[in-house]
């Protein structure tokens, strides 16, 4: 309960502050400000400014909206059709079908987030969506091997026969038996899938291949700042540090979760 | 063993098959004419043409692609179009780095996550053990491009233990190709020793849960004895699983942190070849890293029947 | 001089009492018999003596092994003292071995562990006690891994690697629970042919009298953490001095009232029912093959009539359950019910699958945990066409839990707050609230303790007469097949190898399986 309530409270800032950014920032943070550039961090800009006078504290808070938006669509994508295609697997065990869905799987899982990234932008150039479409395609088959793999043991269970002896169809079992069984195993997966679409969306904005600037990304900042680091390191430290809080605060989130919702289900990470 | 492996190995050929497919498809098909692309907007329909007739993109897909894989089997990748060497020889040049330095990252990621994780679930509930799960949750959470680049600041630029950056190449000894790929690794490796760590600790602590542990203790087998006799070995089954993942995760991982380290790796030349729109750079590459992990899975699942003879009867 | 004295034995764990002032005796070359229902604290008396109990657990009192208190000893000293002068074989053959190590190295290993041999000698040494307990060398080599061995085989390996290096006690916790009634009957006659041939002392544990009865010297019986009584075998058995004693030997020989004979038309009949399943590909390229799980059975049960199906575990019945639900397509044959075929998939009618409903054996498995006992009862009302809305469904679910002696109140409460006896009960409702007219009862009081078992046998037998049900009562257990049923059906990997009234194939067993199961079963010695 205790890890549950700091990882969302870590979580929650960012969130926060992502929210805020909508309305609100310290600076502008396309303004640039040859006058104000590299700043350590002090009176006005609390984190610093980079190269070009930009507020690092105010680009933190917009790169917050980016990351969170991307992983959350990322998840969205693993979800909304790694989960059908899970549940159907499982419901037609052994079919062609499930053969079919399985070995697709297999096939996504060879190809990293990264591979992914790299033929879309080889094709269509570099954006943000490239991004969300690589961490998304990679969620699929991480849900819908979850799925299946927990729906195969809840269709064994006698209350799963019970249902058929009352006539009911495999849509219906599914939707109305398996799928609520499986909530807790997919809010925490989730959480987890989450956190490594943060921490992928940062690595693909970092070698160019995500957000495109003007809009700031952690990814990018660190990227940027590399060059300067032996005498801006303050820099690189706060897009790090943002990347590790927000992941440390969702991973926490989801091992209390975990431990709240069913202390028997077996974490998946991939 | 001999079924199980052949299956395996008619499993491998189809999706190596499959995803040679689905690469051509991407990266040939999907651009419309490759030709056409590659030189960009301003090029006259002669000069597109030209390249067409050199690049034989005159034929159809189906066997552009036949032409093109067996190309592939015979270590015939194409001719660069940007640099007009071969493709085979830029990418045997740049895999002498990628390569070592993801093996260099997973033996190392293995080599400390195993201790970590079994002193970690000997010391169950105890300080040790919540120091390790602390300590290995804060490194998931540490962007491993990032944890390069604190590690350049503080051995390279601060203790100058190690060069920022740059390979001297193999030629220059073994001993200094691999220091100057010492702090890559570590970047790449303690990142993944964490996720292992703790799938280590927790799979060894289910496996403690089972009834043949019970056996074993009955047999007057200590409780140390018992895990390192009986447990370690079915915890293993798991552990191989996330260390076949983790390779996939390590060569993407080094392709993005050669950039921290200006290696001239595979990563280096794939986005240089992004950006001059080079695709047949690009979709051997991807093809290459596919291979890959594909191969490592495989290899993974040899490891499983190795382990488990409840698997070697079956087809 | 006893072997093992325990006095006043208390244990708490996490500060819940679960054994208090246990005292028990046993003399070398002697059984004692512990008998009691779940949450009797029988197990835990076992794991106390090994100091095995789970982490959070506190003891007191004495434990004597040849007269030295092993309550005072460290853990190193207990290491040397289980396997060596304790064995124990637990309940669960199919998980108690190590998968990925080889049976002959598992059983050296007792040896090996305790210095008693080199690897050579212990490995001679495994093989010997692999023979001794019937796994002779040619037929199962040491070098087997324990997948390619059934659970009985399984359960002798647990045991050569108990008896290793001839312990002078043997604790076995519900040994053969597990196993099929002939493998049972193997087991049990290994046990008391070791304690014959090396004197060492036995402590049999086990819910089951019928088991301990005939096998135990000494018997001890236990409720709640306590020992309630104790003695020798025979006048225990004839006294029944205790209250408890004389209640857990009513309920296991319990024979409901019915009202048996008032048999009507034919309700399913059954005709030739071929069931295959496909079995992996032989080989990479090789074909699939059949396993043929159903072999030309054909019965019927009419109107009000209560039939049993008799079988070991594998044999087909479970297979066949779910061909007669309309759950799996047969290859060959019919299944008529009132005269409509019965057909696998969603093509059967609703009303023909509404004559029938089915009660499971796991009260756990048996419910989705996530709704309420009113909508779990309900279920079956997606068969009708106009299910009862409102009032009258709620009517509906107060009488179907009021017949199976629940209130009408349970029916907002989720299912884990209820107790497994009372999860076969909401099971029952279950079945029961659309009027079927067929219930089959698929292993429905196995997984019972014997006084809950003899209540929920009262429940079905005064329901079937209140409402004319059929029952088709399938189970490995003879004494409930005598219990409940009209006529009885034996089968065997897959085909009916004799049908009968019940009384007469108890009686007068034609078929050679049959007289093999009815010599295997245990029975209880009533002398009373």
């Known amino acids: ?270 | 063993m001999l079924h199980f492996a052949l299956a395996r190995l008619t499993s491998l050929g189809l999706s190596l098959v499959v995803a040679s497919v689905v690469i051509f498809f991407a990266l040939e098909v999907v651009p419309g004419d490759p030709a056409a692309y590659m030189l960009g907007m301003n090029a006259s329909p002669e000069t597109v043409a030209a390249l067409r007739t050199e690049l034989g993109l005159d034929a159809g897909p189906v066997e552009r692609y036949f032409t093109w894989a067996t190309g592939l089997l015979t270590g015939d990748f194409g001719i660069s179009y940007t640099y007009r060497t071969p493709v085979a020889e830029m990418i045997g040049e740049r895999i002498k780095v990628s390569l070592p330095l993801a093996l260099y990252a997973l033996a190392l990621s293995t080599l400390i996550a195993f201790p970590v994780g079994i002193w970690a679930a000997t010391h169950r509930g105890k300080a040790q053990d919540m120091g390790v799960m602390a300590a290995t949750q804060l490194g998931i959470a540490v962007p491993n491009f990032w944890f390069a680049m604190l590690l350049v600041l503080v051995f390279a630029i601060g203790l100058r233990w190690f060069s920022a950056g740059g390979f001297p190449g193999w030629d220059a000894g073994f001993f200094e190709g691999m220091k100057a790929l010492t702090l890559p690794a570590i970047a790449l490796a303690l990142p993944q020793a964490s996720i292992l760590a703790r799938v280590m600790r927790s799979a060894l602590l289910d496996t403690m849960g089972e009834d043949f542990i019970r056996t074993a203790r009955a047999k007057g087998l200590s409780r140390r004895q018992a895990l390192w006799r009986h447990a370690l070995r079915n915890a293993l089954i798991p552990v191989l699983t996330i260390i076949g993942l983790q390779f996939s995760f390590l060569l993407a991982g080094a392709i993005i942190i050669e950039n921290v380290f200006f290696l001239p790796g595979l990563g280096r030349l794939v986005f240089q070849a992004i950006s001059q729109r080079d695709l047949i750079v690009v979709e051997s590459v991807v093809m290459l890293l596919v291979v890959a992990v594909i191969v490592v899975t495989f290899c993974v699942d040899l490891a499983y029947a190795a382990v488990d003879p409840r698997l070697r009867r079956r087809g | 001089m006893s072997l093992l004295r325990i006095r006043d034995l208390d244990v708490s764990i996490h500060g819940k009492p679960v054994l208090d002032r246990v005292s028990l005796e046993l003399a070398p070359g002697h059984v004692l018999g512990i008998i009691g229902e779940s949450g009797s604290g029988k197990s835990m008396t076992a794991l106390s003596i090994m100091d095995l109990l789970p982490d959070g657990s506190g003891m007191s009192g004495s434990i004597e092994l040849d007269g030295n208190d092993l309550t005072g000893l460290s853990e190193r000293q207990m290491c040397d003292i289980r396997g060596r002068d304790i064995g124990m074989i637990f309940q669960e053959p199919m998980t108690a071995l190590n998968p990925l190590r080889t049976i002959g190295d598992q059983v050296a290993e007792t040896v090996r562990i305790h210095g008693g041999a080199g690897r050579g000698e212990a490995a001679r040494i495994a093989g010997d006690m692999l023979e001794r307990v019937g796994l002779p060398r040619e037929k199962f080599p040491p070098t087997r891994y324990p997948h390619e061995l059934s659970g009985g085989q399984r359960q002798r390996v647990v045991i050569a690697m108990a008896i290793a290096l001839q312990p002078r006690l043997l604790i076995a916790d519900e040994p053969t629970t597990a196993l099929d009634v002939t493998t049972q009957a193997g087991i049990l006659r290994l046990l008391r042919r070791l304690v014959l041939e090396d004197g060492m002392g036995l402590i049999l544990i086990t819910h089951d009298l019928a088991v301990v009865s005939g096998n135990a010297d000494h018997l001890a019986i236990m409720r709640q953490g306590q020992v309630v009584e104790a003695g020798p075998s025979d006048k225990v058995m004839r006294a029944l001095r205790h209250p408890y004693t004389r209640a857990l030997f009513e309920a296991s020989s319990h024979q409901p009232d019915r009202t048996a004979g008032h048999v009507g038309t034919p309700l399913l009949e059954a005709r030739n029912m071929v069931r295959d399943y496909v079995t992996p590909r032989k080989g990479l390229f090789g074909a699939h093959g059949t396993f043929r799980a159903v072999r030309d059975v054909s019965f019927s049960i009419s109107h009000g009539e209560s039939l049993g199906l008799v079988g070991e575990s594998g044999c087909g019945k479970s297979t066949l359950t779910r061909a007669i639900l309309g759950l799996e397509p047969l290859q060959g044959g019919s299944v008529h019910v009132d005269g409509h075929p019965v057909e696998a998939g969603q093509k059967m009618p609703k009303d023909l699958r509404a004559k029938m409903q089915v009660v499971f054996q796991d009260p756990y498995g048996s419910f989705n945990p996530r709704h309420r006992v009113g909508r779990l009862v309900t279920e079956p009302f997606h068969l009708l066409d106009n299910p009862p809305k409102g009032a009258e469904r709620k009517a509906a679910i107060d009488t179907a839990l009021t017949d199976v002696g629940l209130h009408p109140d349970d029916a907002d409460r989720y299912i884990h707050e209820f107790s497994g006896g009372q999860r076969q009960r909401i099971a029952i409702a279950r079945a029961l609230i659309i009027r079927p007219q067929l219930i089959i009862l698929d292993e429905a009081v196995s997984a019972l303790d014997v006084s809950i078992r003899a209540q929920i046998l009262d429940l079905l037998a005064d329901l079937s007469g209140r409402y004319g049900l059929s029952y088709l009562f399938i189970t490995h257990d003879l004494t409930v097949v005598q219990a409940i049923t009209d006529r009885v059906m034996v089968m065997q990997a897959g085909e009916i190898v004799e049908t009968g009234r019940t009384e007469e194939v108890f009686a007068n067993p034609q078929h050679e399986y049959t007289r093999t199961l009815l010599a295997a079963a245990p029975v209880l010695e009533m002398s009373a």
Request: charge should be positive; hydrophobic fraction near 55%; proline fraction near 5%.
């Open chain 1, 1 to 270: 309960m205790r890890t549950l309530l700091t990882g969302a409270v870590i979580a929650g800032v960012f969130v926060l502050g992502a929210i805020v950014s909508f309305f609100w920032t310290p600076h502008d943070v396309e303004a640039i400000n040859i006058a104000a550039k590299l700043l350590t961090p002090g009176d006005g800009y609390w984190f610093g400014t980079d190269h070009f006078g930009r507020d690092i504290f105010s680009m933190i808070l917009v790169g917050a909206r980016v990351s969170i938006a991307v992983a959350i669509v990322a998840v969205g994508i693993g979800m909304g059709i790694g989960i059908p295609l899970g549940l159907t697997a499982a419901a037609r065990k052994g079919s062609l079908l499930d053969e079919v869905i399985m070995r697709g799987n297999d096939l996504i899982f060879a190809f990293p987030a990264l591979l992914i990234a790299i033929m879309i932008t080889a094709v269509f150039g570099p954006s943000a969506v490239n991004a969300i479409i690589a961490i998304g395609i990679f969620n699929i088959p991480v849900f819908a091997r979850l799925v299946r793999g927990a729906a195969l043991g809840l269709w064994t269970r006698d209350f799963i026969l019970s249902a058929r002896v009352s006539g009911k169809g495999a849509v219906r079992i599914s939707l109305e038996h398996i799928l609520p069984n499986l909530m807790s195993l997919l809010i925490v997966q989730g959480t987890i899938q989450f956190s490594l679409g943060i921490l992928a969306e940062a690595g693909l904005s970092y070698v160019g291949l995500g957000v495109q600037p003007p809009t700031p990304s952690w990814g990018r900042m660190l990227a940027e700042s590399q060059t300067m680091i032996s005498f801006a390191p303050h820099l690189a430290l706060f897009p790090g540090l943002a990347i590790v809080l927000t992941v440390l605060g969702l991973n926490l989130m989801g091992d209390g979760l975990r431990d709240m919702l069913d202390p028997r289900i077996r974490r998946v990470r991939a």
